[in-house]
């Protein structure tokens, strides 16, 4: 990661007209990470907590790992030993993507310089790892050592109004936090979202 940063949120600006985010509902016992790095934000979900989701097999294919970091990314630029202009310019236009997979022996990436826990309505775990499946175009890894990644082709495209960020903000909707989506474009917008919605579930 520290080889892909702020050019590519550089070139990443304007918000688009966004829908009300949905009512609150009421909370389960279960919670969802997101950790920041840069110009990225990932999903990090515990290995624990995956039982009985689309995403079960990972604590099997990866024993050792505590938590699992989920994100999205356009596939040129994550396949780049080096991103340079070239992809940066790609991220202009969009193209397809992958989900990025690591495996982590800890709750958040090694990296992660900013870290914001919500917790999630009852089947709200259930549904973001059904988002996240459905979008997968090949199947999970068989094997995953602790602290290993892997690349994941996706159904979704990348595009200039539908980024790594977006696709957080998206994956929580889904899994029915009351959250912006359409306009979040960058990691500072997103985590300020986020900082607000975990503000309203310390009050609620």
């Keep these: 990661m520290p080889a892909r940063r702020v050019v590519l ?11 009300p985010p949905s009512p609150p509902r009421p909370l389960g016992p279960l919670a969802v990470t997101v950790s920041a790095e840069s110009w990225h934000t ?20 990866a024993p050792g790992a505590a938590a699992f970091a989920l994100g999205f990314g356009l596939e040129s ?10 992809e940066a310019l790609a991220a202009l236009t969009g193209g397809p993507a992958v989900i990025w997979l690591r495996a982590l022996p800890g709750p958040v ?22 988002f996240v499946a459905g979008q997968l175009a090949e199947p999970l890894p068989a094997a ?12 979704l495209a990348y595009a200039p109004g539908f980024t790594c960020n977006t696709w957080v903000m998206r ?11 359409a306009g979040i474009r960058l990691r500072n917008a997103a985590m300020a979202a986020l900082r607000a919605e975990a503000a309203r579930q310390t009050r609620a």
């Design 144 to 155: 995953l050592p602790t602290g290993g990644a892997v690349l994941l082709a996706c159904r």
């Design 42 to 61: 990932d999903l990090c979900l515990r290995a624990e907590d995956l039982g009985g989701t689309r995403l079960a097999p990972l604590p099997a294919a």
């Design 171 to 181: 994956a929580l909707a889904e899994g029915g936090l009351p959250v912006p989506v």
């Design 77 to 86: 630029w994550m396949r780049a030993a080096r991103p340079g202009s070239g």
């Design 9 to 19: 949120a550089a070139l990443l600006g304007g918000c688009a007209a966004e829908p």
């Design 109 to 130: 990436p090694a990296g992660a310089e900013e870290v914001v826990s919500l917790r999630l309505p009852p089947s709200g775990l259930a549904a973001i790892a059904a």
